[in-house]
């Protein structure tokens, strides 16, 4: 498997922007890498912890706030956790007994241009 970072929009050196899921075939590194992102984020409780985590104020939050808000043992809430952060969506700090999570927007930015489509192209089909 590549370590291949994806390419952000309008930040990879060159004029104009790089070909998004929209507008070009992805690659095998590309898509293995995005395949795993898209995995952590098809679960209802791992999409949860992310939206708690994003949308807290001052960018943070600790463990012993998101696990009340699951009826799921501490032990699985990790796991989400952990699935979250090796998916390079989350990243976390120890802090005495507690850890305390951030999002990382580089990856939800890089999400968010693959899957823009560009400008001027509709396709008549609403969600």
């Known amino acids: 498997m590549s370590k291949q970072e ?14 998004g899921l929209l507008t070009a075939p992805l690659g095998e590194d590309d898509a293995e890498t995005l395949a795993k992102v898209f995995k952590a984020l098809g679960d209802p409780v791992r999409l949860r912890l992310l939206s708690m985590i994003a949308s807290r104020a001052g960018g943070e939050v600790c463990v012993c706030d998101l696990t009340p808000a699951f009826d799921l043992s501490q032990p ?6 952990k699935l979250l952060k090796q998916a390079g969506l989350i990243d976390s700090e120890r802090r005495g007994t507690w850890v305390y999570y951030r999002l990382l927007p580089e990856t939800t930015d890089r999400l968010a241009a693959v899957l823009t489509r560009p400008a001027g192209t509709g396709t008549g089909i609403a969600l």
Not at 9 to 19: A, E, I, M, S, T
Request: net charge negative; hydrophobic share 30%.
């Open 6 to 19: 994806l390419v952000v929009l309008g930040q990879d050196g060159r004029d104009g922007c790089c070909p």
């Open 76 to 81: 699985t809430i990790s796991h989400h956790l």
